[in-house]
């Protein structure tokens, strides 16, 4: 087989786009003692997937396999262990139970103080203060107010351009 033709085969092998005679051809070729030196290592890999061919398990494999794990000995783990290990397992699950119920109080204990708590003794000067907030909020939504008028009237500046546009 020439070089140019052994090249092609083995990129379209590499590339998995050989038919099964041009493979057969490959095998045959690799197979053979006067390999160049540039393609030994492909020639070892097609010799080893010839060898994996011939071999084959023997058939008392399964039997034997079976046989050992069924001859293993089984561990055997007295009472007392089972006992100690079943109360450790119970003893883990309540610490958790008991921990999550003990952070869930905190939170909610916290929660509540914040909401109980009043601000001011005097109730006239919790009114002066809330007429404050209030007004500081007005005059927030005066100033939004007003820039929304601009906002519109960059809107409608904008439409009548794009009506005069469309009717030219």
Do not use: H
């Amino acid at each position: 087989m020439d070089s140019k033709k052994l090249e092609e085969l083995v990129k379209k092998y590499w590339d998995c786009e050989t038919s099964l005679e041009e493979e057969q051809q490959l095998r045959e070729y690799f197979r053979g003692d006067s390999i160049p030196e540039t393609w030994r290592e492909t020639a070892a890999l097609f010799r080893y997937f010839d060898e994996q061919k011939t071999k084959t398990v023997e058939p008392q494999f399964d039997e034997t396999v079976v046989t050992r794990i069924k001859e293993m000995p089984k561990k055997r783990e007295g009472k007392v262990v089972k006992w100690v290990t079943a109360s450790l397992r119970i003893a883990a699950g309540v610490a958790v139970l008991l921990a999550a119920v003990y952070f869930v109080r905190q939170e909610l204990r916290e929660d509540q103080a914040i909401a109980v708590e009043d601000t001011f003794e005097d109730p006239q000067q919790a009114f002066e203060e809330t007429k404050k907030a209030l007004l500081m909020i007005s005059k927030g939504f005066g100033r939004a107010e007003q820039q929304a008028k601009k906002i519109n009237m960059f809107n409608e500046a904008q439409e009548k351009v794009q009506t005069t546009e469309s009717e030219l």
